[in-house]
């Protein structure tokens, strides 16, 4: 069985929890499967993995349509595959014309939804509405569609009311626990602005509306003075949102000391020795189908306090393994809170909850860690999609 897998991203070029679902996935299915990687970007010097850059006439469009363009590039190429896979709607496209063209089954698996990030017509226009498009017309048409939480196939079936629940299966994001651990380095901690021997409260993710950054942004006003504030956030989905972060971020500075701001893209190393260094991870989404970065946090050891939403309760364990900070949202697809004031004050007292006893904060965060030991192996996950292939060429 060969498997060609579809995506906009895979190593080097990763800047999301798709990127690394994928590379991990690649990884596990590769023990035993035939998988053929065709990605966006620069070339790769892996085997079996071919990349795609948009096409030069293409190359001013409008995003979604230079996306189009790699797209049919993917599609012809994967002739001579048994199924295809895709990630996400920069791929989808490319996953349905394969199928249509070569008479291949396609598999999806959906990492975010696009009724349910309707802000995204801030950055792409009305490539927003073919984006969207994209999405829609590849998850009604394809063999199997793979959500990576039970709350992001309720929200799926809920978006999309053509799409036949039965082709719909619930696959959970996983955590490489060998890559994944503890790592006790202060001296690399202190070299990025983290003091170890201060209490800390830690988001890793990227500057859109969807992580709900300005949130807790609000939040960290309200925590006692020793509490640092850990902000490893970057590239952000568009100049607006990134402007009123770093607004958020400047006033938050000028009132208080420990608010450290990392707007790079750390390397493994160093993230596990922030998150390692740090007292609580935090996961403020308005929107998460299910956040590998809380899988990262947890396999660290460290307690996670996140949004009741999406796939978010399906991975915190409330009262062992962290805190859920519950939330009541419009139902207008962009997840704002009804009451911001009342959710902001929510967040900061779990989070101070937590700060406040860190020898309790320690005994969730090893009940986190051994909770993703057990629930989100990826040699489970990668077996469960093999199955999907198996029914599918049956």
């Known amino acids: ?31 035993d499967t035939d998988v053929v990687v065709r990605c ?74 696009e009724p349910l990030r309707p802000w995204k017509a801030e950055q792409l226009g009305g490539g927003y509405r073919v984006s969207s498009w994209i999405e829609r017309s590849a998850f009604e048409s394809a063999d ?53 021997d201060r209490p800390a409260v830690v988001f890793v993710g990227r500057i859109t509306r969807q992580k709900g950054l300005p949130y807790l942004l609000r939040a960290a006003r309200l925590l006692p003075a020793e509490v640092q504030v850990v902000l490893c956030a970057g590239a952000p989905d568009t100049a607006e949102i990134m402007a009123e972060v770093t607004r958020g971020v400047e006033a938050l500075q000028a009132e208080r000391e420990g608010v450290v701001w990392i707007d790079r893209l750390l390397s493994q190393t160093e993230l596990r020795a922030v998150l390692t260094a740090s007292t609580v991870f935090v996961c403020p989404s308005v929107y998460e189908p299910l956040g590998i970065v809380n899988l990262e946090a947890m396999a660290c050891g460290l307690p996670v306090v996140g949004t009741a939403t999406g796939g978010i309760p399906e991975v915190i364990v409330d009262g062992v393994t962290g ?72």
């Open 40 to 113: 966006f970007g620069a070339p790769r010097e892996e085997p079996d993995t071919y990349a795609y850059g948009v096409p030069a006439e293409l190359s001013e469009a409008n995003g979604a349509i230079a996306t189009l363009g790699v797209d049919l590039r993917m599609a012809q190429d994967a002739g001579g595959a048994d199924l295809v896979h895709s990630h996400t709607w920069y791929a989808n496209a490319a996953g349905q014309l394969a199928s249509l063209l070569h008479g291949i089954p396609h598999v999806i698996t959906a990492h975010s939804l």
């Open 323 to 394: 805190r859920l900070v519950p939330i009541d949202q419009l139902q207008d697809g962009t997840g704002t809170p009804t009451d911001p004031d009342s959710f902001v004050a929510e967040l900061a007292a779990a989070l101070i909850e937590v700060v406040h006893d860190r020898d309790r904060a320690a005994l969730m965060g090893s009940a986190g860690r051994l909770r993703a030991e057990t629930a989100f192996s990826w040699t489970s996950i990668a077996e469960q999609t093999r199955e999907i292939y198996r029914s599918l060429l049956a």
């Open 1 to 31: 069985m060969r498997v060609d897998l579809l995506t906009r991203e895979y190593p080097p070029e990763i800047y999301g929890g798709a990127g690394v679902h994928v590379a991990e996935l690649v990884r596990a299915l590769r023990v």
């Open 144 to 196: 199997a569609v793979i959500a990576v939480s039970e709350g992001m196939r309720r929200d799926m079936l809920r978006s999309y009311h053509a799409l036949d629940p039965d082709k719909v299966k619930v696959v959970y994001n996983g955590i490489d626990l060998t890559r994944w651990k503890p790592l006790e380095d202060d001296d690399l901690a202190r070299s990025l602005g983290v003091d170890p």
